[in-house]
């Protein structure tokens, strides 16, 4: 026998060199999976793209830190001046224009927030409306920490201040009652992340002084992914109330335990901070500084979305095409059936393709649909054609019962979140004892047992 004809009895007869085509034929397919995993990124950035040029448009997100009281005050600086007659230097004092910021006692908000779809195409975002009601009280300033006098305080021009990290999504004209004056609080150019309202000057601030300044407003705006407020009063009281029902609380403190409620409906939380809760005080001299990291509030979730279900059902397409082509390899070697590696190839191809389709039917529909529909098609196409290559209904069926039992598992595992990584495991675990059990008569020299 020429060496010809034994390297191609070999490469026929021999379970090595069908093992070794099969293996050889799955690194194959990963170039054109790893093709799939890059569109399915590559759709997945598109969305995020869509969905912050939306968010753009409508009010990115919204971050508030007010009302605060700016009192103006004077510091005076010796300054030498050079007399011409004396020939001698003078010493003067040069009054100097700081600012004190002056944080309330009490702080309590009421938001209520409406969320919304917008869509654009094929994509969607999540956006909302806060309705946010501030009341308070400011108490007597104090200006002992810098030992400014009575007379360099200049009252008559102090005013509000607020900051807030998105002024575009502000739906109505935001003033504050003080005593029951109105002053209505305009932007001031600032290049800063947080952009600043400031109203005219307070009336009678000298004359009041002594006692409580009770303070109430209204901010209405346009957000989306978060709202959050940042707590500089001496008691922050928030109540916060949404129709959206995947919320996620975040920021440096999160809401009471009691009272919190979440549903398909909506829900409600309340978050109470006090100032020895935080690492700043009641007021700063000569400069705000910037207070965002200390914020807290509401994340409006948007559960797991299709691109993110497709490309962890992605991560298990080398898993779904080695088993796969393993069940047909056990059974060629089990019953002698010859299968041509062209024939592998053709049913890793049509299991690459289940990822097309699911991306492709997931964007017009939802994941469940395009996961049943894709499943179905891919399955019944596999079983179709393995029933002409293997000519055998018991094969065909242990096919379509182990590509069945394969998506159902994918399915489940994508489906589930704390507990994907135990019943993955499981279901591997089990798979490979099947493996084991239905292939222990194979001779892996050539021969069945007996």
């Not at 409406?114 to 654009?120: A, M, N, S, Y």
Request: net charge neutral.
């Amino acid at each position: 026998m020429t060496l010809q004809k034994r390297i191609g009895n070999w490469l026929k007869n021999s379970i090595s060199a069908k093992m070794i085509t099969v293996g050889f034929l799955i690194l194959i397919l990963l170039v054109p999976l790893g093709f799939v995993d890059d569109l399915i990124r590559e759709r997945g950035h598109r969305q995020q793209e869509v969905i912050s040029e939306i968010n753009s448009k409508w009010g990115e997100e919204v971050i508030i830190n007010g009302p605060i009281l700016k009192v103006p005050y004077h510091q005076y600086v010796e300054e030498k001046v050079f007399d011409e007659k004396t020939k001698t230097f003078l010493k003067t004092e040069k009054a100097v224009r700081h600012e004190a910021y002056f944080f309330p006692d009490e702080l309590h908000i009421n938001s209520n927030v409406t969320t919304q779809p917008l869509e654009r195409g094929i994509y969607k975002s999540v956006v909302y409306t806060s309705n946010s009601d501030l009341k308070g009280v400011f108490s007597n300033p104090s200006f002992k920490e810098m030992e400014v006098g009575e007379e360099d305080i200049l009252w008559d021009k102090a005013t509000i201040v607020y900051q807030v990290s998105n002024l575009k999504g502000i739906r109505n004209t935001v003033a504050i009652n003080l005593n029951n004056q109105r002053y209505d609080l305009k932007p001031k150019f600032d290049n800063a992340y947080m952009n600043t309202l400031e109203s005219d000057f307070i009336l009678d601030l000298e004359e009041i002084q002594n006692s409580t300044l009770d303070f109430e407003s209204n901010i209405t705006i346009n957000g989306s992914n978060r709202l959050q407020y940042v707590p500089i009063g001496k008691e922050t009281i928030v109540a916060m109330k949404s129709n959206w029902h995947s919320p996620s609380f975040n920021g440096n403190f999160l809401p009471d335990t009691e009272g919190k409620k979440i549903s398909k409906n909506g829900f409600e939380a309340r978050w109470k901070v006090l100032e020895t809760n935080r690492r700043f005080g009641q007021s700063f001299f000569d400069h705000l500084p910037d207070l965002t990291e200390f914020a807290f509030g509401t994340e409006f979730l948007v559960p797991v979305d299709d691109y993110q279900k497709t490309s962890r059902t992605s991560k298990y397409g080398f898993m779904i095409i080695g088993l796969t082509l393993l069940v047909f390899l056990l059974i060629q070697i089990s019953s002698k059936i010859s299968i041509h590696p062209f024939q592998y190839l053709m049913i890793g191809l049509a299991l690459v393709l289940f990822y097309t389709l699911l991306i492709s039917i997931s964007e017009h529909k939802n994941y469940l649909f395009a996961y049943v529909v894709s499943g179905g098609a891919i399955v019944s196409l596999i079983t179709i054609y393995s029933r002409s290559i293997l000519k055998n209904r018991k094969f065909t069926l242990l096919v379509l019962g182990s590509m069945l039992g394969l998506y159902s598992f994918i399915f489940v595992i994508i489906q589930l979140e704390d507990y994907a990584l135990l019943v993955g495991s499981i279901g591997l675990f089990v798979i490979l004892a099947t493996i084991m059990y239905t292939s222990r008569k194979i001779d892996w020299s050539g021969q069945l047992e007996d």
